[in-house]
Antibody, heavy 122, light 110 residues
Framework: EVQLVQSGAEVREPGESLKISCKVS????????IGWARQVPGRGLEWMGI????????RYSPSFQGQVTISADISITTAYLQWSSLKASDTAMYYC???????????????WGQGTLVTVSS | QSALTQPASVSGSPGQSITISCTGT?????????VSWYQQHPGKAPKLIIY???KRPSGVPNRFSGSESGNTASLTISGLQAEDEADYYC??????????FGGGTKLTVL
């Protein structure tokens, strides 16, 4: 069974750093892209970026370029999303998802992790 | 890169059919017409229900169907059931290794 299990909820103060994780099992981790999406409470999904673990090729939405870093560790089949300096506006649920399509033009984000709630407050 | 446009809400009675539209531009839906759709129940992660515009993953009821025309994709749910009450999102490729989601539609089953 393909599973993406994300790390637990985090509470941080503005200016702090944070790295959340997405542990993958049930398929060849280095054979599929992994994407990240943000969902502000009560709002819609926003695509943030994607990474191909083999080679750590990461691509970012223009809205999130320079704001976050996406990485992966093949040895422990885990993808990461990190911030160097959090803002209150980063408060949201963050989801990882496997990109299951053979072509970028036909997006299939499936399955999804359970989500990690990040709260940034002083 | 703007979100695809979806109606904020739609509603229908059990057994009826509803359609949710997803309107983009020639930079996304109009060019890369292989939209996917996701269902999200409150407090849950999104779930893929339609891919490549009209295909259903294994386990998704055939009450769910998708179509595309020009810059607009549509999700139709026929024979509405109470469990279909959820938020629905479309997603399209936007070129240059980027994707865009719709703003989301809240479906209420009356």
């Amino acid at each position: 069974e393909v599973q993406l299990v994300q790390s637990g909820a985090e509470v941080r103060e503005p200016g702090e750093s944070l790295k959340i994780s997405c542990k993958v099992s049930g398929y060849h981790f280095d054979g599929y892209w992994i994407g990240w999406a943000r969902q502000v409470p009560g709002r819609g999904l926003e695509w943030m970026g994607i990474i191909f673990p083999a080679g750590s090729d990461a691509r970012y939405s223009p809205s999130f370029q320079g704001q976050v870093t996406i990485s992966a560790d093949i040895s422990i089949t885990t993808a990461y999303l990190q911030w160097s300096s959090l803002k209150a506006s980063d408060t949201a649920m963050y989801y990882c998802a496997r990109f299951s399509s053979a072509t970028f033009a036909a997006p299939q984000f499936d399955p999804w992790g359970q989500g990690t709630l990040v709260t940034v407050s002083s | 890169q703007s979100a695809l446009t979806q109606p904020a809400s739609v509603s229908g009675s059990p057994g009826q059919s509803i359609t949710i539209s997803c309107t983009g531009t020639s930079s996304d839906v109009g060019t890369y017409a292989l939209v996917s759709w996701y269902q999200q129940h409150p407090g849950k992660a999104p779930k893929l229900i339609i891919y490549e515009g009209s295909k259903r993953p294994s386990g998704v009821p055939n009450r769910f169907s998708g179509s595309e025309s020009g810059n607009t994709a549509s999700l139709t749910i026929s024979g509405l059931q109470a469990e279909d009450e959820a938020d629905y999102y479309c997603c399209s490729y936007a070129g240059s290794s980027t994707w865009v989601f719709g703003g989301g539609t809240k479906l209420t089953v009356l």
